[in-house]
Protein backbone atom coordinates (compact mmCIF):
# COMPACT_ATOMS: atom_id res chain seq x y z
CA UNK A 1 0.00 0.00 0.00
CA UNK A 2 0.95 3.68 -0.18
CA UNK A 3 1.59 6.11 2.25
CA UNK A 4 1.91 9.60 2.44
CA UNK A 5 3.41 11.67 5.47
CA UNK A 6 3.82 15.29 6.17
CA UNK A 7 6.50 16.86 8.77
CA UNK A 8 6.96 20.55 8.89
CA UNK A 9 4.38 21.57 10.43
CA UNK A 10 4.37 24.20 13.93
CA UNK A 11 4.18 27.20 15.53
CA UNK A 12 5.64 30.23 14.04
CA UNK A 13 5.36 34.29 14.28
CA UNK A 14 3.74 36.13 11.87
CA UNK A 15 5.88 36.89 8.94
CA UNK A 16 7.73 33.58 9.57
CA UNK A 17 8.62 30.51 7.19
CA UNK A 18 7.91 27.27 7.59
CA UNK A 19 8.87 24.28 4.71
CA UNK A 20 6.87 21.06 4.89
CA UNK A 21 7.57 18.00 3.50
CA UNK A 22 5.54 15.07 2.24
CA UNK A 23 7.15 11.79 1.10
CA UNK A 24 5.12 8.93 -0.66
CA UNK A 25 6.36 5.14 0.37
CA UNK A 26 4.96 1.88 -0.68
CA UNK A 27 4.84 -0.60 -4.31
CA UNK A 28 4.98 3.53 -6.24
CA UNK A 29 5.43 2.90 -10.11
CA UNK A 30 5.19 6.37 -11.06
CA UNK A 31 3.62 9.73 -9.56
CA UNK A 32 2.06 12.27 -11.92
CA UNK A 33 0.86 15.13 -10.08
CA UNK A 34 1.28 16.41 -6.37
CA UNK A 35 -0.24 19.11 -4.49
CA UNK A 36 -0.77 20.76 -0.95
CA UNK A 37 -4.44 21.68 0.27
CA UNK A 38 -5.34 23.10 3.88
CA UNK A 39 -8.36 22.97 5.99
CA UNK A 40 -8.66 25.80 8.68
CA UNK A 41 -11.14 25.48 11.49
CA UNK A 42 -14.70 25.51 10.03
CA UNK A 43 -14.01 26.00 6.85
CA UNK A 44 -13.87 23.63 3.68
CA UNK A 45 -10.39 22.30 2.60
CA UNK A 46 -9.13 24.36 -0.29
CA UNK A 47 -6.07 24.33 -2.89
CA UNK A 48 -3.06 25.90 -1.78
CA UNK A 49 -0.55 24.39 -4.67
CA UNK A 50 -0.42 21.87 -7.39
CA UNK A 51 3.05 20.86 -9.38
CA UNK A 52 2.46 18.27 -12.35
CA UNK A 53 5.23 15.22 -13.08
CA UNK A 54 7.10 18.03 -15.65
CA UNK A 55 7.47 20.87 -12.66
CA UNK A 56 4.97 23.10 -13.68
CA UNK A 57 3.39 24.72 -10.84
CA UNK A 58 -0.27 26.30 -9.93
CA UNK A 59 -0.97 28.22 -6.73
CA UNK A 60 -3.84 29.91 -5.28
CA UNK A 61 -4.07 33.16 -5.73
CA UNK A 62 -3.94 34.29 -1.59
CA UNK A 63 -0.85 32.21 -1.61
CA UNK A 64 1.38 33.85 -4.91
CA UNK A 65 4.16 35.37 -4.11
CA UNK A 66 4.68 33.68 -0.50
CA UNK A 67 4.67 30.34 -0.99
CA UNK A 68 6.94 27.83 -3.61
CA UNK A 69 5.72 23.99 -4.35
CA UNK A 70 8.48 21.66 -5.71
CA UNK A 71 9.33 18.16 -5.97
CA UNK A 72 12.02 15.50 -5.73
CA UNK A 73 10.95 12.47 -8.04
CA UNK A 74 14.31 10.14 -6.93
CA UNK A 75 12.85 11.03 -3.00
CA UNK A 76 9.11 10.20 -4.33
CA UNK A 77 8.59 14.11 -1.87
CA UNK A 78 6.91 17.50 -2.64
CA UNK A 79 8.17 20.24 -0.52
CA UNK A 80 6.03 23.83 0.38
CA UNK A 81 8.25 26.76 1.55
CA UNK A 82 5.80 28.64 2.90
CA UNK A 83 7.76 32.44 3.96
CA UNK A 84 5.69 36.17 4.95
CA UNK A 85 3.30 33.27 7.07
CA UNK A 86 0.06 35.51 8.16
CA UNK A 87 -2.46 34.36 10.36
CA UNK A 88 -5.18 33.62 8.31
CA UNK A 89 -2.55 30.96 7.08
CA UNK A 90 -3.19 28.57 10.36
CA UNK A 91 -4.24 25.49 9.09
CA UNK A 92 -3.75 21.69 9.11
CA UNK A 93 -1.75 21.07 5.69
CA UNK A 94 -2.47 18.09 3.65
CA UNK A 95 -0.75 16.67 0.72
CA UNK A 96 -2.25 14.33 -2.34
CA UNK A 97 -0.55 12.78 -4.89
CA UNK A 98 -2.22 11.46 -7.80
CA UNK A 99 0.08 8.04 -8.77
CA UNK A 100 0.41 4.51 -10.11
CA UNK A 101 0.81 1.65 -8.14
CA UNK A 102 2.84 -1.51 -9.21
CA UNK A 103 -0.59 -3.02 -8.50
CA UNK A 104 -2.60 -0.69 -9.79
CA UNK A 105 -1.28 1.15 -13.31
CA UNK A 106 -4.60 3.67 -12.66
CA UNK A 107 -4.01 7.04 -11.12
CA UNK A 108 -5.40 7.46 -8.35
CA UNK A 109 -6.05 9.98 -5.30
CA UNK A 110 -3.67 9.21 -1.92
CA UNK A 111 -4.18 11.88 1.20
CA UNK A 112 -1.47 12.17 3.57
CA UNK A 113 -3.02 12.50 6.87
CA UNK A 114 -2.03 16.61 7.23
CA UNK A 115 0.65 18.19 9.55
CA UNK A 116 -0.92 21.50 11.82
CA UNK A 117 0.57 25.12 10.72
CA UNK A 118 -0.22 27.91 13.45
CA UNK A 119 0.77 31.20 12.61
CA UNK A 120 0.56 33.32 15.73
CA UNK A 121 2.31 35.71 17.82
Known amino acids: QVQLVESGGGLVQPGGSLRLSCAAS????????MGWYRQAPGKVRELVALISSDGVTNYADFVKGRFAISRDNAKSTVYLQMNSLKPEDTAVYYCKMNLLTTLNLRGMDYWGKGTLVTVSS
Open 26 to 33: GSIFKINY
